[in-house]
């Protein structure tokens, strides 16, 4: 089996298992799946659950498509060759409750061929980063703990490198501030004279499998936590940044645009209700301003907030 069939079958399996676990922690709510294909070639599986009791909206999407790139992607991703195959599964979960943080997570391969139809790169992608609205540590220590734990065994720096680079990706540099309390996150995972293609296919199946007992866990523990009005609305100030980040610096997105991609499928990330204040500040002392002091770049495992 070849490395783009391996991870193929990864990711539509992993797509099984999750939109299973968030069913099992849910109010009763079900995915209802939608298939599509892409005029360029390839197609993908669109999953949706809204209206849920424990989650308004989330997506859980997979795709595997090929074809030309553009000559706009050609020069953002420097590469000269326009044959190219990508698969992936992508999620964002946006939970009803406003003490249930909102989750990301992406795994991704692409590979590029020259024109005899022989790969000529390839490359491994993605992660997964928390999006909390009130702030709980012990939320976010078993969240980091979960990810650093399957990334350990592949290299104790792996771990500490790529939380470094989710914090510096998932930010909001025209607000300057994170957009949640990070997670890992990495890209353009290739081979070298240390590492080869299935270190990194193993790696980053080892990440993916983590998400569901990094997450699940969260929401089961704070699912029925009472909440009031102005919570919601803080919710809805805070999806706003997300929001945002997602339309103005997400590169899965703007990969998605640029070829011609399922628009439904690339903005299932959005959530259903966001809203946006005039020069909203939290009032000082509040669990809302300390939300914003928790959204500071800091190791969560050995020194959290």
């Not at 999750?18 to 069913?23: D, G, H, K, T, V």
């Not at 025209?174 to 949640?180: D, F, S």
Request: charged share 25%; aromatic share 12%; hydrophobic share 35%.
């Amino acid at each position: 089996m070849s490395i783009r069939e391996n991870f193929t079958l990864y990711i539509h399996q992993l797509q099984d298992q999750i939109c299973a676990a968030i069913e099992n922690a849910g109010g009763g709510g079900k995915f209802q799946e939608d298939k599509w294909e892409r005029p360029g070639g390839g197609g993908g599986k669109t999953r949706i659950i809204r209206g849920d009791e424990v989650f308004e909206k989330g997506g859980v999407n997979t795709s595997v498509v090929h074809g030309k790139l553009p000559a706009s992607m050609q020069e953002r991703l420097g590469v000269k060759h326009e044959d190219f195959f990508a698969c992936g599964i992508s999620l964002v979960i946006h939970p009803t409750n406003p003490h249930v943080p909102t989750v990301h997570a992406n795994f991704r391969f692409f590979e590029l061929y020259d024109d005899k139809g022989t790969a000529v790169d390839r490359w491994f992608g993605g992660g997964a980063d928390l999006t909390p609205y009130y702030y709980q540590q012990e939320d976010v220590v078993h969240f980091h703990k979960s990810l650093k734990a399957a990334a350990d065994p592949f290299g104790a720096e792996l771990y500490p490198l790529y939380k470094k680079e989710c914090d510096h990706y998932f930010f909001n540099t025209h607000r300057n501030e994170n957009r949640g309390v990070g997670g890992m996150f990495f890209d353009y995972l290739k081979a070298d004279d240390r590492r080869d293609d299935l270190f990194w296919l193993d790696f980053t199946k080892s990440i993916g499998d983590a998400f569901v007992p990094a997450y699940i866990p969260i929401v089961e523990r704070r699912k029925h936590d009472a909440f009031l009005e102005k919570h919601v609305e803080w919710q809805q100030i805070r999806r706003g940044r997300y929001v945002e980040f997602n339309l103005i610096h997400d590169r899965g997105t703007l990969f998605g645009l640029k070829t011609n991609g399922r628009i439904e499928s690339i903005l299932m990330s959005l959530p259903a209700l966001a809203r946006w204040e005039y020069d909203h500040q939290p009032q000082s002392g509040s669990d809302e301003a300390l939300l914003l002091e928790a959204l500071k770049h800091r190791d969560w495992i050995n020194d959290p907030l």
